[in-house]
């Protein structure tokens, strides 16, 4: 893994892991909580190979994370936070970089995607485990966080400083949620 591959502690695949799979979860086949059907399943293979022979998959997964993003900040969008789908200027600048070196690799991702494109789970820590994208001190840590009162977001404790672990914390506590009521995890920015 080169340093262009990483921003501070955070691996850009496994972010991209991440996301995709917690957008996959909340398609409109699995746990509603975003307006995507099965884009992220087999069924969006089917459709999108055909104009995207080669990165349909990555055409899939910034689709619907577009959408969880957009979903997300109409539900709950505080200034100077973070979510899952929008961390830092800086941060998203550098995926967004590393992105088409991904499409040359396509075929390296494909056992990924088509792990996701079989997922019928709600259960956000259940997958998150099953593709080992989240660690026992992640997951000890999420247990900790509380819902806030106002029933749809879930403040991490800890301010985004562009660590891992604030990441990882946000995509755990999508869990708050229940399949049709999606419930926003947010972190504050360190600067804010």
């Not at 955070?10 to 086949?29: C, F, N, S, Y």
């Not at 998959?57 to 969008?77: H, T, W």
Request: proline share 4%.
């Amino acid at each position: 893994m080169s340093a262009a591959d990483t921003y501070n502690d955070i691996d850009l695949a496994w972010l991209m892991k991440l996301r995709t799979v917690v957008a996959r979860l909340g398609e409109m086949d699995c746990a509603r909580w975003w307006n995507s059907q099965g884009q992220l399943g087999r069924q969006g293979v089917t459709v999108l190979r055909r104009s995207f022979p080669r990165t349909h998959f990555f055409a899939q997964a910034k689709s619907v994370q577009m959408i969880a993003a957009a979903r997300c900040a109409e539900i709950f969008n505080p200034p100077g936070s973070v979510n899952l789908w929008h961390l830092t200027d800086d941060l998203e600048d550098r995926l967004d970089s590393i992105w088409e070196s991904w499409l040359d690799a396509a075929s390296t991702w494909q056992p990924f995607f088509e792990h996701v494109a079989g997922m019928k789970s709600t259960d956000v820590l259940a997958a998150l485990n099953d593709f080992d994208l989240v660690t026992d001190a992640d997951i000890e840590a999420h247990a900790k966080i509380k819902k806030s009162s106002d029933g749809r977001s879930i403040p991490i404790p800890e301010k985004f400083e562009g660590r891992r672990r604030t990441v990882a914390l946000l995509a755990l506590s999508f869990s708050a949620s229940v399949p049709g009521s999606l419930v926003v995890p947010y972190a504050r920015k360190a600067d804010a």
